[in-house]
C-alpha cells in the first residue's frame, strides 16, 4: 500500500512532497527498505532513482538519505564528502571519530559496492599529514572492545601528556594511535589519568597543543568516547548557531542517528543549550525541508 501511495504522490509534474513526508519518515529503516522492494516490484523503477530525479534542494537531501541504510549513507555522505570541489573535512571526522568497528566494516563494504572503489586508499589520496593518518587508522575498525587495565592506562596518559608538550611527528603518532586502538572503557582510564598527571582536561591540552583538523579530530574521538549523544548534539549546535544553519551537518546526524540514539542527543541538546533542537529547527528551517527535520525530531513538540 505504501508503495502504491509513492507512485502516486511521484505522478506528475509537481509530486505530493506531503505524502512523501507521511510515509517515509514514519517508517523505520527496515521497512523502508521493503517498500522500496515493493515499489520496484509494482512500477518496475527504483524508488531512490525516483526521489533523486523528482525532489529538489535540501528536502530531498532528507527524502533521499532515509531511503539509505546506514553502512550505504555513510558510504554515500563519505563519498560527496571526497569527491567534491575540496574535501569535506568535517563530514569525515563526524563519521569516523564516532562509527564502531562494526559500522566501519560495514561501512567500507558498502562503499565498495555502491562506488568500486576503496574507502582507505580514497581517504588517503583525498587527505594529508597526521589528520589523514588518524582517519585511515579509524577506517581499520581495530579498535580493542571492553578491555580496561589501570597501569596500561597511567602508561598511556603519561605518553599522551608528552605528546602534548613536545609535538614532534613521532609523539604525534603516538598520540592518534592511542586514540584510534584502545577500548572506549581504557581510554576513559587514560584521560582519568591524564588529569591527574598534568592538572589538565585532554581536551584542553589538545586543543592548546595542536591546531587544524588533526586537532579538530582528536578532540572528536575524545567527546564521542566520553558521550557520544552529547559530541553529536554539541556538532547539531554548532552547525545551527555557528555556521548560519549548515544543512548538510544538521541532515546528516539526523538521518545517521534516527535510529540509533536521536532520543539522547535531543536529551542532550536540551541539557546543555537550553532550547529543544525541535524549536532551533523550527527557527531556522522552512517549508517542507522544515516539516522533514521536525518529523525526525517528533515527540519535542512539547518542549517548544
Known amino acids: 500500500m505504501d508503495a502504491q501511495v509513492l507512485e502516486g504522490a511521484l505522478q506528475g509534474f509537481d509530486c505530493d512532497k506531503d505524502l512523501l513526508l507521511d510515509i517515509l519518515t514514519q517508517r523505520s529503516g527496515a521497512q523502508r527498505q521493503v517498500i522500496a522492494e515493493a515499489y520496484q516490484g509494482m512500477c518496475g523503477r ?6 533523486k530525479e523528482k525532489l529538489s534542494g535540501h528536502f530531498k537531501d532528507v527524502m533521499v538519505g532515509l531511503m539509505y541504510p546506514p553502512p550505504s549513507y555513510d558510504a554515500h555522505e563519505l563519498w560527496h564528502a571526497m569527491k567534491g570541489a575540496g574535501t569535506e573535512e568535517n563530514c569525515l571526522i563526524d563519521i569516523l571519530a564516532s562509527r564502531t568497528n ?26 594529508s599529514g597526521h589528520f589523514r593518518d588518524t582517519l585511515v587508522n579509524l577506517v581499520q575498525g581495530t579498535r580493542e572492545e571492553g578491555y580496561a587495565d589501570p597501569a596500561v592506562a597511567a602508561q598511556d596518559a603519561v605518553v599522551l601528556w608528552e605528546a602534548c608538550q613536545q609535538r614532534t611527528g613521532e609523539h604525534k603518532t603516538l598520540l592518534q594511535v592511542i586514540l584510534c586502538t584502545k577500548s572506549y572503557q581504557q581510554l576513559w582510564l587514560v584521560f582519568q589519568e591524564f588529569q591527574n598527571i598534568s592538572g589538565q582536561d585532554i581536551v584542553d591540552a589538545i586543543n592548546e597543543c595542536y591546531d587544524g583538523y588533526f586537532q579538530e579530530l582528536l578532540v572528536a574521538i575524545v567527546l564521542c568516547v566520553r558521550d557520544k549523544p552529547a559530541y553529536f548534539a554539541y556538532r547539531l549546535y554548532s552547525a545551527i548557531h555557528d555556521f548560519g544553519f549548515h544543512n548538510k551537518t544538521v541532515i546528516r546526524i539526523l538521518v545517521a542517528r534516527s535510529e540509533i540514539d536521536l532520543m539522547t542527543i535531543r536529551k542532550r541538546y536540551k541539557e546543555r543549550y537550553g532550547k529543544s533542537l525541535f524549536h532551533d529547527i523550527k527557527n531556522f528551517a522552512s517549508g517542507h525541508y522544515e516539516k522533514a527535520l521536525l518529523a525526525l525530531c517528533a515527540g519535542d513538540a512539547e518542549d517548544y
Open 102 to 127: 562494526g559500522e566501519i566494516f560495514q561501512m567500507r563494504e558498502a562503499y565498495y559496492m555502491q562506488y568500486s572503489s576503496d574507502l582507505q586508499e580514497d581517504i588517503y589520496s583525498e587527505t
Open 46 to 51: 527504483d524508488l531512490l532513482g525516483d526521489l
